[in-house]
Antibody, heavy 119, light 111 residues
């Protein structure tokens, strides 16, 4: 069973770049079992898919986020990361990393990390 | 405004049956993409409850069932228990948006 753990700063200033890392255990991000995914949930609101990356490097992003997110793999550390540029208060959310399977659902989830955008 | 539409809340008494609907369109559920359901207990990460329209992962009680028809899907919970109080989300894929989409979530209250 793959386990995921998010980490990163809990506070980011407006207009800056949010950076988060997801550490994977119980499986290798170099294998083609999953799409490595970021999802967020603003306080008291619903879930929003941010994007995912395959072990080959193929990446898909939520078009509604324009060109702000960047997802990458750090295979030597068995981690993947999210960078979200030009953040505003609307980007304040609980950020989850997760695994997406070929059947089209998110099988494993991290516990989530809260990121607040505020000066 | 979510691409998939769910009722904001539903409620039922212990032992009763409730259903949660998930309405989509011809570019997602109606295009043949599977629907998946997640349960989010308070202060926890979502957990897959039903995948591929009606499949239950191991460990999920058979009180939970899913179905899909046309451009919509539904989650049924029978024999309601207090511990079922949670938020429930449907999820699918949308080919006009080229991405994964979620419903807005439904809060289940067990009276």
């Amino acid at each position: 069973q793959v386990q995921l753990q998010e980490s990163g700063p809990g506070l980011v200033k407006p207009s800056q770049t949010l950076s988060l890392t997801c550490t994977v255990s119980g499986g290798s991000i170099s294998h083609g079992d999953y799409y490595w995914t970021w999802i967020r949930q603003p306080p008291g609101k619903g879930l929003e898919w941010i994007g995912y990356i395959y072990h080959s490097g193929t990446i898909y992003y939520n078009p509604s986020l324009k060109s702000r997110p960047t997802i990458s793999l750090e295979t030597s550390k068995n981690q993947f990361s999210l960078k979200l540029s030009s953040v505003t208060a609307a980007d304040t959310a609980l950020y989850y990393c997760a695994t997406y399977v070929d059947s089209g659902f998110f099988e494993n989830w991290g516990q989530g990390t809260l990121v607040t955008v505020s000066s | 405004q979510s691409v998939l539409t769910q009722p904001p809340s539903v409620s039922g008494a212990p032992g009763q049956r409730v259903t949660i609907s998930c309405a989509g369109s011809s570019s997602n559920i109606g295009a043949g993409y599977d629907v998946h359901w997640y349960q989010q207990l308070p202060e926890t990460a979502p957990k897959v409850l039903i995948h591929s329209n009606s499949a239950r992962p191991s460990g999920v009680p058979d009180r939970f069932s899913g179905s899909k028809s046309g451009t919509s899907a539904s989650l049924a919970i029978t024999g309601l228990q207090v511990e079922d109080e949670a938020d429930y989300y449907c999820q699918s894929y949308d080919n006009s948006l080229s991405g994964v989409v979620f419903g807005g979530g439904t809060k289940l209250t067990v009276l």
